[in-house]
């Protein structure tokens, strides 16, 4: 059981970012289900590399996927930058710094925005199919109270913005086709490590992806353009 049985069996699912902790959950979610006739893990390293902050990279692996055999049926983007060892979140606009903050947009905005461009033309006319892309939810304006992390916020409201008009065209497009921003929660992975503070609900990247599999599986067309968290619970914007 793969939790994605209103999926139609036999396409093709891609998994961007399946390098990282949550990225390479969703791939083994999605091959122990066996419910799809290929399963494409690629990230910035590897024999299938792709960055996503590299335009002609983006549209050469989107050839690519449309000269597979299976149709185009999952999608999901599990790329994003937080911080590194020279750039971490900003706790005061002291911190503000141009570089770091167009660093974060090409990764956690723009990059997902190439995904949408190339890919989402790809997704069958007929039966369900979902492009997938992890947003925060402190990237919701309206649930921002605490402030800080300025440049990471403002690239996944970014991100949240672009997924919502990518879903308005989408579905003029392929009606029966979903495009959605997801919160995964607080995951234990690199990304979130140095941050993750006791009382959190920290949960292991297998479970996420369940749960968030299970999200994915009760999509319906009209939720495309939304913002959901693993527990299928809309967040605000």
Request: overall charge neutral; hydrophobic content about 45%.
């Amino acid at each position: 059981m793969t939790g994605l049985e209103s999926i139609p069996e036999g396409g093709l699912a891609v998994v961007v970012g399946a390098s990282g902790g949550l990225g390479g959950a969703f791939v083994k979610a999605l091959r122990d289900g066996g419910r799809f006739a290929e399963i494409l893990a690629v990230s910035r390293s590897g024999p299938e590399a792709l960055d996503v902050t590299d335009e002609a990279r983006v549209a050469r692996f989107a050839q690519e996927v449309a000269e597979r055999d299976a149709p185009l049926r999952l999608v999901i983007d599990a790329t994003g930058f937080l911080h590194d060892e020279n750039r971490k979140p900003e706790k005061s606009w002291r911190e503000i710094d141009a570089a770091h903050m167009a660093h974060s947009y090409a990764v956690n905005a723009i990059g997902p925005m190439l995904l949408m461009r190339d890919l989402l033309p790809l997704l069958p006319r007929e039966g369900k199919a979902v492009f997938a892309t992890l947003s925060a939810k402190v990237g919701s304006i309206g649930d921002n109270h605490l402030g800080g992390w300025y440049s990471y916020r403002a690239a996944k409201a970014a991100l949240n913005q672009l997924v919502r008009t990518a879903g308005v065209e989408l579905a003029r497009r392929r009606a029966e086709a979903i495009c959605i921003a997801l919160h995964p929660g607080t995951v234990r992975t690199g990304l979130t490590g140095p941050f993750s503070k006791s009382g959190l609900d920290v949960q292991e990247p297998g479970e996420a992806a369940a749960r968030l599999v299970a999200v994915i599986d009760g999509l319906v067309p009209a939720d495309s353009g939304g913002f959901f968290d693993y527990r299928g619970e809309r967040l605000p914007w």
